[in-house]
């Protein structure tokens, strides 16, 4: 079965810092990733996602990921965040072929950003 | 247009008592996902439906839980019997189809406690 590894579970930073989240999956196959964030107080919402094609994909607010396949990584990044960006961050994988539709999160990053 | 609707929003129940959980997806849209995000678990996958059928209960942790579905709407998770670890956040998310391409949106949750 798949699964999805977060490293980072509390990122501290602070405005303007350069920001990469990392996201490794375990599935041999082709894969669809995807990044979702959830601000205080609200429901998750999607930030980007990766079917196919250009591997640098671009999503709001700035953010970007990047499909690494022989690394089986999709790492978040975004050259200078903002206090608004302090959210709860997850990757999610599903696993194209497989007879489960589902997605399989991550544990999620809590990124605090300081003023 | 409207989103993912979930309630109630709150639920505090006794432990043994039932529960039943409703969601409300967007319209047009014909897969149907429950998830729950419990501390120190991360989301987890309960029930995938397409249309009224669910042809994924894997995630399900025991018969105490059930789903259904009906006019390919409107979908209830019910839980019997209920014990402090179903305590969580019960989220749904809906996608236009069953295609592995297809963006799930998600509703806001019902947090369930159970004392």
């Known amino acids: 079965a798949q699964s999805v590894s977060q490293h980072n579970h509390h990122v501290i930073l602070s405005e303007a810092a350069s920001l990469e989240l990392g996201c490794n999956y375990s599935?041999?196959?082709?894969?669809?990733l995807f990044w979702y964030v959830q601000y205080p107080g609200q429901h998750l919402q999607l930030l980007l996602k990766y079917f196919s094609g250009d591997p640098l994909v671009k999503g709001i607010k700035g953010f970007e990921a990047e499909f690494i396949k022989s690394k089986f990584s999709f790492n978040l990044r975004k050259p200078s965040v903002q206090w608004s960006d302090t959210a709860e961050y997850f990757c999610a994988v599903n696993a194209v072929g497989t007879g489960r539709r589902a997605l399989t999160f991550g544990s999620g990053t809590r990124l605090q950003v300081q003023p | 247009g409207a989103g993912v609707s979930q309630s109630p929003s709150n639920k505090v129940t006794e432990k043994g008592k039932d529960v039943e959980l409703r969601c409300d997806p967007i319209s047009g849209h014909t897969a149907l996902y429950w998830y729950r995000q419990s501390l120190g678990q991360g989301l987890e996958f309960l029930i995938y439906?397409?249309?009224?059928?669910?042809?994924?209960k894997s995630g399900l942790p025991s018969d105490r839980f059930s789903a259904e579905r009906t006019g390919g709407s409107v979908s209830t998770l019910t839980i019997q019997r209920t014990q402090q670890e179903d305590s969580a956040v019960y989220l749904c998310a809906s996608s236009l189809g069953p295609e592995w391409a297809d963006t799930q949106y998600f509703g806001p949750g019902t947090r369930l406690t159970v004392l």
């Open positions: 439906f397409q249309g009224n059928s669910a042809p994924d």
């Open positions: 599935y041999g196959g082709t894969v669809n």
